[in-house]
């Protein structure tokens, strides 16, 4: 065993039929460090940890934990001995109080101690210095504060190893930094922390040393100083990565007509989702972004524009003709495309094949009575994951079933399929892997460059700055500012959003 | 890599086949009919040394015509209900993700208006102005029938309460109205034409509900085909939010598909008080629903919406009647009969589960990927 490690996994082999997940994958997490298991969706981070927490069966390898061979069989198991794993996903009760959730299952005997069980928690709480009361109602507290309980529970369970999936992707930008510090705390106190995340800045922010996964097999464990940004990303994806500066927006203002009437423009538009009233407008061949941190009314601007959610005032003009959208079919047929913020919740239809979530929009748009023909589908459903390079068993796999990166460009077929005028996309990229974000925005310019409007929305400010000619910054509801050419930069847009209106 | 994919994929072509067999949703209620049919048959050449379970004759019926009779024309008859209320289930299942529970009490209502119409009018008047009041009865019934299913269905789709709860007030209430509506009379039509719709009509050897339910399901056939019911209350059904980004109203389709099992159930009542020409208002079609949402479930559709098989659906029907006919012959008194199917049923379900079915399939992808790492294994040595 290597010296201080905590966790040894060798050899680790998991087959499914026709695919080999994980072949022959070594990891080590040592005493009182952060290990970031980087990998493209596909590269059997997931699997990886599935299998160390006992929800696959392994079919090769070993795993050893403070010296001792385990056989981990369920995740009960896992937690038995001290495996503690907290998911992108609350999966705590929201309906139950803080304190209650911290202590759900473990209380020994019928009777419960609800004061020593409150005042426990209270302490752990205060110890771990998360601001919440242990009498509050879970779902009442913000993601960041349910997602640190879940860690104090696991934390409070003695856990020798602690595996965080993607806690952040719904966190904001203060948010992160309280689970950073509650990680950094953990660590000193000699938990080793695997963190799973997409987010390259915050690997080198927070670990210590970096695993990288491709194609299921180990492609290398290196310390965090001695592997650079750029050459991460060219480990994770097995070439020479094609640098993000290919993408660039020059000579996009040029192209934009401002003397012709704009696509999309709204007036005063007022939703019923804490918004202020807004005015905006789009062009031809434009791309633009709205911005803001969590929670800044701009995924609710862009839910306002398509009529996701109720809009009770305002007009709006689509290539200078007055209609009205009130509804998401008003939107699609007048040419707008939405995906949403939430893939899970709003974007996909889980059990439909592939196909039918591809034609769902334009099929709904076609008309109740006028279904496609199968042929039809199955020629629009191959076109589309010929032309995104969607990874998929077959047009009729259930998209649940792919990873997150490719439901999310099953997504993006359907609204492309629609044939839209104006396309907004709220963070297409969240959660996927750095290749199939490249691929995006790529996309997104594209787009633009055939003359469609495109709406892009991301929380990572460069990838907003790679795509959009023109942002919008929004705070507390409001529309703040507008940046565009040379003030599209990290530091001005950090300090519009910040309030420095100069 | 490329001879180890080879094997693998070889091993995975041969027991694909079984394996895709099995999963298939129409093999639970197929392989139920094939068990009832090898038992009846066994029954049959041990009880009796005989096949004359499935003998079907063609003999006088009480009323002089020449008709075609034996069990399996009994199943195939009286499961008619069955299957109707198994195609509109199967809808408001896919959509609401729940089931309607008041089918029956429903009936009773659907079945009393048609009497309420048809009372009025003596036996003597012409085939022609008979078959008028029978329409006009039936349509009468179709609309009140579907505005109680409009009812079901607006508590569910904009009062967003539980299909089982919001059903349950028609289900405490539907044979109270269904007795208002005929003064709580005990009416019988003496018109014998009356029961041609749940009996024979003369020249005709099959019984006339077998008729009906095959026009209603290819009517339901067709439109699945040609409408996107199916694409919408699946969609509805397993995402009701993304649904309505993409411009489909979940309310209007959990609406409709209450109203369509309304329809449905307009046809049973027509059926029902047809049989015997008369109604019990409190027992007409009694417990009829349980046995709806057991034909859907032994379909193998999962019971919290979305996608959905409506031949299985339509099979479980009749597997469930089938199961019903071979208890009486098996002379289990009919007080009794209840529990036997239950065990029966139990049984089936389970098999039907998610839970067993995930079990065959990871047995399968196990045994797959031991295969597959041996493979690797000996590749590598």
Same mark, same amino acid.
Request: hydrophobic letters at 40%; one cysteine or more; charged letters at 25%.
């Given at each position: 065993m290597i010296e201080g490690a905590v966790l040894e996994m060798r050899g680790i082999c998991k087959y499914f039929p026709g695919v080999r997940a994980l072949e022959k994958v070594d990891f080590t997490l040592r005493e009182g460090e952060i290990h970031a298991l980087m990998g493209e969706n596909g590269a059997g981070k997931s699997t990886l940890i599935k299998v160390l927490t006992g929800v696959y069966p392994m079919d090769g390898g070993e795993v050893m934990l403070s010296d001792h061979f385990v056989h981990i069989r369920s995740p009960q198991d896992a937690q038995n001995v001290g495996i503690a794993t907290v998911y992108q996903e609350i999966t705590l009760c929201p309906n139950l109080t803080v304190?209650?959730?911290?202590?759900?299952?473990?209380?020994?005997?019928?009777?419960?101690?609800?004061?020593?069980?409150?005042?426990?928690?209270?302490?752990?709480?205060?110890?771990?210095?998360?601001?919440?009361?242990?009498?509050?109602?879970?779902?009442?507290?913000?993601?960041?504060?349910?997602?640190?309980?879940?860690?104090?529970?696991?934390?409070?369970?003695?856990?020798?190893?602690?595996?965080?999936?993607?806690?952040?992707?719904?966190?904001?930008?203060?948010?992160?930094?309280?689970?950073?510090?509650?990680?950094?705390?953990?660590?000193?106190?000699?938990?080793?922390?695997?963190?799973?995340? !997409?987010?390259?800045?915050?690997?080198?922010?927070?670990?210590?040393?970096?695993?990288?996964?491709?194609?299921?097999?180990?492609?290398?464990?290196?310390?965090?100083?001695?592997?650079?940004?750029?050459?991460?990303?060219?480990?994770?994806?097995?070439?020479?990565?094609?640098?993000?500066?290919?993408?660039?927006?020059?000579?996009?203002?040029?192209?934009?007509?401002?003397?012709?009437?704009?696509?999309?423009?709204?007036?005063?538009?007022?939703?019923?989702?804490?918004?202020?009233?807004?005015?905006?407008?789009? !062009?031809?061949?434009?791309?633009?972004?709205?911005?803001?941190?969590?929670?800044?009314?701009?995924?609710?601007?862009?839910?306002?524009?398509?009529?996701?959610?109720?809009?009770?005032?305002?007009?709006?003009?689509? !290539?200078?003709?007055?209609?009205?959208i009130r509804k998401p079919l008003d939107a699609m047929k007048h040419g707008i495309s939405y995906l949403p913020e939430d893939r899970k919740l709003d974007g996909i239809v889980g059990d439909l094949s592939v196909r039918d979530n591809i034609i769902l929009a334009l099929q709904v748009m076609k008309g109740f009575f006028r279904p496609f023909s199968r042929a039809q589908a199955e020629r629009f459903a191959d076109y589309y994951i010929k032309l995104l390079n969607i990874k998929t068993a077959s047009q009729d796999t259930p998209i649940k079933s792919l990873s997150g990166g490719n439901q999310q460009k099953v997504i993006l077929a359907r609204w492309l399929l629609a044939d839209p005028v104006y396309l907004i996309l709220d963070e297409p990229t969240r959660g996927i892997d750095v290749g199939t974000k490249v691929e995006i925005q790529k996309l997104v310019l594209k787009l633009a460059a055939e003359g469609k409007s495109v709406t892009f929305i991301s929380s990572e400010i460069d990838e907003m700055i790679r795509t959009c000619s023109r942002l919008i910054v929004m705070r507390d509801g409001k529309v703040v500012g507008e940046l565009k050419g040379d003030d599209l930069n990290q530091n001005k847009i950090m300090a519009t959003i910040a309030g420095g209106e100069s | 890599m490329s001879t180890n994919e080879k094997a693998i994929s070889s091993s995975n072509s041969v027991k694909s086949f079984f394996a895709k067999i099995v999963r298939n949703q129409l093999f639970i209620p197929i392989a139920a009919l094939l068990l009832l049919i090898i038992f009846n048959f066994a029954a049959d050449i041990i009880l009796h040394a005989d096949t004359s379970f499935f003998k079907i004759v063609l003999e006088p019926s009480s009323t002089g015509n020449m008709v075609l009779s034996g069990n399996l024309i009994t199943i195939i008859d009286n499961a008619s209900e069955l299957a109707l209320l198994a195609i509109g289930m199967t809808l408001v299942t896919s959509a609401s993700g729940g089931q309607d529970i008041s089918v029956g009490a429903t009936i009773a209502i659907a079945g009393s208006t048609i009497l309420r119409i048809v009372k009025g009018y003596s036996p003597d008047i012409s085939g022609a102005k008979f078959a008028a009041v029978i329409i006009g009865a039936f349509l009468l019934s179709v609309i009140v029938s579907a505005l109680f299913g409009a009812f079901n269905g607006a508590l569910v789709a904009y009062f967003k309460i539980q299909p089982m709860v919001a059903t349950l007030i028609l289900f405490t209430a539907g044979r109270s109205i269904a007795a208002w509506i005929n003064n709580n009379d005990n009416i019988s039509i003496n018109d014998t034409r009356f029961g041609y719709f749940g009996n024979f009509i003369p020249g005709i050897p099959v019984p006339t509900p077998v008729f009906i339910t095959i026009i209603?399901?290819?009517?339901?056939?067709?439109?699945?085909?040609?409408?996107?019911?199916?694409?919408?209350?699946?969609?509805?059904?397993?995402?009701a939010s993304s649904s309505r980004l993409n411009g489909i109203n979940p309310k209007t389709i959990k609406l409709l598909s209450f109203i369509i099992l309304g329809i449905c159930v307009a046809v049973c009542g027509l059926i029902k008080v047809s049989r015997t020409s008369s109604i019990t208002y409190a027992v007409i079609a009694n417990n009829i629903e349980m046995d709806a949402?057991?034909?859907?479930?032994?379909?193998?559709?999962?019971?919290?919406?979305?996608?959905?098989?409506?031949?299985?659906s339509v099979l479980g029907a009749y597997v469930i009647q089938f199961l019903t006919t071979t208890l009486f012959r098996m002379k289990v008194s009919s007080s009794a009969i209840s529990a036997y199917k239950a065990i029966v049923v139990i049984l089936l379900i389970i098999m039907s589960s998610p839970f067993i079915r995930k079990w065959l399939a990871d047995r399968k992808n196990r045994r797959l990927a031991a295969k597959a790492g041996s493979n690797v294994r000996k590749e590598v040595a």
């Open positions: 304190a209650e959730n911290m202590y759900i299952g473990r209380t020994k005997g019928v009777l419960t101690d609800w004061r020593m069980m409150n005042s426990s928690a209270g302490r752990l709480l205060e110890e771990l210095g998360i601001p919440v009361s242990p009498k509050e109602q879970l779902g009442n507290c913000s993601i960041a504060v349910q997602q640190m309980v879940a860690i104090a529970r696991a934390v409070d369970m003695d856990c020798k190893v602690l595996i965080l999936d993607e806690p952040t992707s719904s966190l904001d930008e203060q948010e992160v930094q309280k689970l950073f510090n509650l990680m950094r705390d953990l660590k000193k106190k000699g938990v080793g922390i695997i963190f799973v995340t !997409h987010f390259l800045e915050q690997v080198y922010e927070v670990c210590d040393r970096i695993t990288v996964l491709r194609d299921g097999k180990l492609v290398g464990e290196y310390v965090i100083e001695d592997l650079p940004r750029v050459q991460l990303v060219s480990k994770m994806l097995g070439k020479d990565f094609d640098d993000m500066a290919d993408i660039k927006t020059e000579g996009d203002a040029d192209r934009i007509d401002l003397s012709e009437l704009p696509v999309y423009q709204a007036n005063n538009l007022t939703g019923t989702t804490g918004i202020k009233p807004f005015d905006f407008e789009i !062009h031809a061949g434009e791309v633009n972004g709205f911005t803001g941190l969590l929670g800044s009314g701009r995924s609710e601007s862009v839910r306002a524009i398509f009529g996701a959610d109720r809009v009770v005032g305002g007009t709006v003009k689509m !290539h200078g003709k007055t209609v009205k | 209603c399901i290819i009517v339901i056939a067709l439109v699945l085909k040609f409408t996107n019911l199916r694409l919408y209350s699946q969609a509805v059904g397993i995402n949402i057991l034909a859907v479930a032994l379909g193998g559709n999962n019971l919290g919406g979305g996608k959905f098989n409506m031949t299985a």
